[in-house]
């Protein structure tokens, strides 16, 4: 078992940042892929962007490119998710999961998940 759990989420106005941390426990943190995912309102749970063990990336979101960097420390078991220039269409619910392996896009192969953490993006 893997357990997830996010930080960081607030208000704040477009064009700001924020930084969100997720934190795992339970099982070794290093050989799972984290993933972020956000879900609006009356929208479908999307990828945001992935990181594997090494570092490496499965890319991000066409929506967030340029703007939001995802990065892990496998010494502290966090994931982090920086966040700039925000946008009001970047409202969400921000959630942190795991999979054992390569990085995916789909929502469904990951394992575990953290509760989530609201971020609003006022304009």
């Known amino acids: 078992q893997v357990q997830l759990v996010e930080s960081g989420g607030g208000l704040v106005q477009a064009g700001g940042s924020l930084r969100l941390s997720c934190a795992a426990s339970?099982?070794?943190?290093?050989?799972?892929?984290m993933g972020w995912f956000r879900q609006a309102p009356g929208k479908e749970r999307e990828f945001v962007t992935a990181?594997?063990?090494?570092?490496?990336?499965?890319g991000y979101a066409d929506s967030v490119k340029g703007r939001f960097t995802i990065s892990r420390d496998n010494a502290k078991n966090t994931v982090y998710l920086q966040m700039n220039s925000l946008k009001p269409e970047d409202t969400a619910v921000y959630y942190c999961?795991?999979?054992?392996?390569?990085?995916?896009?789909?929502?469904?192969?990951?394992?575990?998940w953290g509760q989530g953490t609201q971020v609003t993006v006022s304009s």
């Open positions: 339970g099982r070794s943190f290093s050989p799972y892929t």
């Open positions: 990181i594997v063990w090494s570092g490496g990336t499965t």
């Open positions: 999961a795991a999979k054992y392996g390569l990085g995916s896009l789909n929502a469904d192969e990951y394992r575990y």
